[in-house]
């Protein structure tokens, strides 16, 4: 590539899935501040006509404290004749085929003009019900390739999956394809279309029995569960989102195809301005928690690498990606987009600068008074957090559930109330266990490579599409912006 990225976005015609997403928005952003003369954006998103696209669009994308600083450049006029001539919001569906676009005209006018396919639509439920994740995070990606290979000036499919394909893996972790009908266990045999209609003969023998819809769903999620752990992956999401890269993988033929697998994505380090977030992603919920007071223990490896990667660096890799293999036919790559590699940071330093930002900025109680956190414990087995459990809270509520039955008047509820919460707290530890016990290390000399020759190609407007996790001062990023980022755009919201 002799151009650089910002050059060769000049005039592309760009598809991007999954927008009023938070790394999508982020993408679109960067897109739009940095080359202004990109021929169009088409961006599928979930409505059910054009207009509620466009309104959609407006509320969850456009209107976000992230477009500040685009809005502030041109002002609100010049911002919306930008978008009204740049953006073309379409209601579609990844799960249907032409991904649910229902104009003819409009699909034939994309096949012909669209460029590039960034396909960042998926389903992050680590328990989603086995039907949903099957049709976006597994044959969601397929439907989006065969659109690709339709369009008639396609040069390249980025499809986002995530690192933690890898599952429950220790050691450094290669950024290499799955082939076709691969486990993580090694026992038995994969069969991607056997899932699917396992699934759907499951579904089927629910609604012929007329299950309430609650039933349904939980049985679908506990589907989904058992499937992913007896090939070997710990939760639906992950195990959906490699079968989506196996398809991939085994259908591409001749369209470059690139795989991002991000880590833990976190609120922006430096653009468009620093700690804009939205939602709690993984690990917040956790320092969040620790923050109102409400964690006093909490299951985790004091040692173990949390791999996080802010969400602008994610966006950079991607646009990066794009300008290097744009029409390079037949290619196919993975890049691991995260930290623990190059620039690692532990959980007990996560912990420990949590600790020291709220005694410092106490969050305010809802009496007015400010929280006051303790250090709280950490257990680094599940057998320890099974036993601090048991001792401090299932004891209790078993001397709970005898009054209950000698005095039924006495607040009754109380018993089944905790009970509940206990059983929810368990399952959320469940499924956050692979995560935080996690000894495995990304490899990252594909994406070292790419920060390369990225930098040798983008020297003149340098510092623009930075993704290099070494640039990360990790005490000042979580306490001066990532933290105060959570407060601003999560909990005050």
Same mark, same amino acid.
């Given at each position: 590539?002799?151009?650089?990225?910002?050059?060769?976005?000049?005039?592309?015609?760009?598809?991007?899935?999954?927008?009023?997403?938070?790394? +999508?928005? %982020?993408?679109? @952003? #960067?897109?739009?501040?940095? &080359?202004?003369?990109?021929?169009?954006?088409?961006?599928? *998103?979930?409505?059910?006509?054009?207009?509620?696209?466009?309104?959609?669009?407006?509320?969850?994308?456009?209107?976000?404290?992230?477009?500040?600083?685009?809005?502030?450049?041109?002002?609100?006029?010049?911002?919306?004749?930008?978008?009204?001539?740049?953006?073309?919001?379409?209601?579609?569906?990844?799960?249907?085929?032409?991904?649910?676009?229902?104009?003819?005209?409009?699909?034939?006018?994309?096949?012909?003009?669209?460029?590039?396919?960034?396909?960042?639509?998926?389903?992050?439920?680590?328990?989603?019900?086995?039907?949903?994740?099957?049709?976006?995070?597994?044959?969601?990606?397929?439907?989006?390739?065969?659109?690709?290979?339709?369009?008639?000036?396609?040069?390249?499919?980025?499809?986002?999956?995530? +690192?933690? %394909?890898?599952? @429950? #893996?220790?050691?450094?972790? &290669?950024?290499?394809?799955?082939?076709?009908?691969?486990? *993580?266990?090694?026992?038995?045999?994969?069969?991607?279309?056997?899932?699917?209609?396992?699934?759907?003969?499951?579904?089927?023998?629910?609604?012929?029995?007329?299950?309430?819809?609650?039933?349904?769903?939980?049985?679908?999620?506990?589907?989904?569960?058992?499937?992913?752990?007896?090939?070997?992956?710990?939760?639906?999401?992950?195990?959906?989102?490699?079968?989506?890269?196996?398809?991939?993988?085994?259908?591409?033929?001749?369209?470059?195809?690139?795989?991002?697998?991000?880590?833990?994505?976190?609120?922006?380090?430096?653009?468009?301005?620093?700690?804009?977030?939205?939602?709690?992603?993984?690990?917040?919920?956790?320092?969040?928690?620790?923050?109102?007071?409400?964690?006093?223990?909490?299951?985790?490896?004091?040692?173990?690498?949390?791999?996080?990667?802010?969400?602008?660096?994610?966006?950079?890799?991607?646009?990066?990606?794009?300008?290097?293999?744009?029409?390079?036919?037949?290619?196919?790559?993975?890049?691991?987009?995260?930290?623990?590699?190059?620039?690692?940071?532990?959980?007990?330093?996560?912990?420990?600068?949590?600790?020291?930002?709220?005694?410092?900025?106490?969050?305010?109680?809802?009496?007015?008074?400010?929280?006051?956190?303790?250090?709280?414990?950490?257990?680094?087995?599940?057998?320890?957090?099974?036993?601090?459990?048991?001792?401090?809270?299932?004891?209790?509520?078993?001397?709970?559930?005898?009054?209950?039955?000698?005095?039924?008047?006495?607040?009754?509820?109380?018993?089944?109330?905790?009970?509940?919460?206990?059983?929810?707290?368990?399952?959320?530890?469940?499924?956050?266990?692979?995560?935080?016990?996690?000894?495995?290390?990304?490899?990252?000399?594909?994406?070292?490579?790419?920060?390369?020759?990225?930098?040798?190609?983008?020297?003149?407007?340098?510092?623009?599409?930075?993704?290099?996790?070494?640039?990360?001062?990790?005490?000042?990023?979580?306490?001066?912006?990532?933290?105060?980022?959570?407060?601003?755009?999560?909990?005050?919201?």
């Amino acid at each position: 590539m002799k151009s650089n990225c910002v050059q060769f976005l000049e005039n592309k015609t760009i598809l991007v899935t999954g927008v009023p997403g938070f790394l +999508a928005k %982020v993408f679109v @952003e #960067k897109i739009l501040r940095i &080359q202004p003369n990109v021929k169009k954006l088409f961006l599928l *998103l979930r409505a059910a006509d054009n207009e509620s696209a466009m309104q959609r669009f407006r509320s969850e994308v456009l209107e976000k404290d992230l477009f500040r600083v685009l809005r502030n450049n041109l002002g609100d006029e010049n911002l919306k004749a930008l978008v009204s001539d740049k953006v073309v919001p379409i209601p579609g569906d990844i799960s249907v085929d032409n991904l649910g676009v229902k104009d003819s005209d409009l699909l034939k006018r994309m096949w012909n003009e669209i460029d590039i396919v960034v396909n960042v639509a998926a389903t992050t439920n680590f328990d989603e019900r086995y039907d949903v994740g099957i049709r976006i995070n597994t044959f969601g990606p397929l439907n989006v390739l065969n659109f690709a290979k339709k369009c008639v000036k396609g040069q390249l499919l980025l499809h986002v999956s995530t +690192a933690y %394909v890898c599952g @429950e #893996k220790s050691g450094l972790l &290669q950024e290499k394809t799955f082939h076709m009908g691969e486990t *993580l266990n090694g026992h038995g045999n994969l069969v991607i279309e056997t899932e699917m209609e396992l699934m759907k003969q499951k579904l089927k023998e629910l609604q012929k029995l007329d299950c309430p819809e609650e039933e349904i769903a939980q049985t679908m999620k506990d589907l989904g569960m058992s499937r992913a752990k007896l090939h070997g992956w710990p939760n639906t999401y992950v195990f959906t989102k490699s079968m989506g890269e196996m398809l991939l993988n085994n259908h591409k033929e001749d369209l470059p195809v690139v795989i991002i697998r991000p880590t833990m994505i976190t609120s922006t380090f430096s653009e468009p301005f620093p700690g804009w977030i939205e939602g709690l992603r993984t690990i917040d919920s956790v320092i969040v928690a620790y923050g109102k007071g409400r964690l006093k223990c909490f299951l985790a490896d004091p040692n173990s690498v949390l791999d996080l990667v802010p969400v602008d660096m994610v966006a950079n890799a991607m646009v990066n990606a794009v300008a290097i293999h744009a029409g390079k036919l037949g290619s196919q790559t993975v890049y691991h987009v995260g930290s623990s590699c190059k620039n690692p940071i532990t959980f007990e330093q996560v912990h420990d600068l949590a600790a020291r930002y709220f005694t410092k900025n106490p969050l305010v109680g809802l009496n007015g008074s400010p929280i006051i956190v303790s250090k709280g414990t950490i257990l680094s087995t599940m057998a320890q957090f099974n036993f601090y459990v048991t001792l401090r809270y299932k004891l209790p509520l078993q001397m709970l559930r005898l009054i209950d039955i000698i005095y039924p008047w006495w607040n009754g509820n109380k018993y089944k109330d905790i009970d509940r919460k206990i059983k929810l707290a368990m399952r959320l530890v469940e499924l956050y266990k692979p995560y935080v016990l996690f000894t495995g290390i990304f490899d990252d000399s594909n994406t070292e490579i790419l920060r390369l020759k990225i930098k040798e190609v983008n020297k003149e407007i340098n510092g623009l599409f930075q993704f290099d996790p070494k640039t990360i001062d990790w005490e000042d990023y979580m306490t001066t912006i990532h933290i105060p980022g959570l407060i601003t755009y999560v909990l005050k919201k």
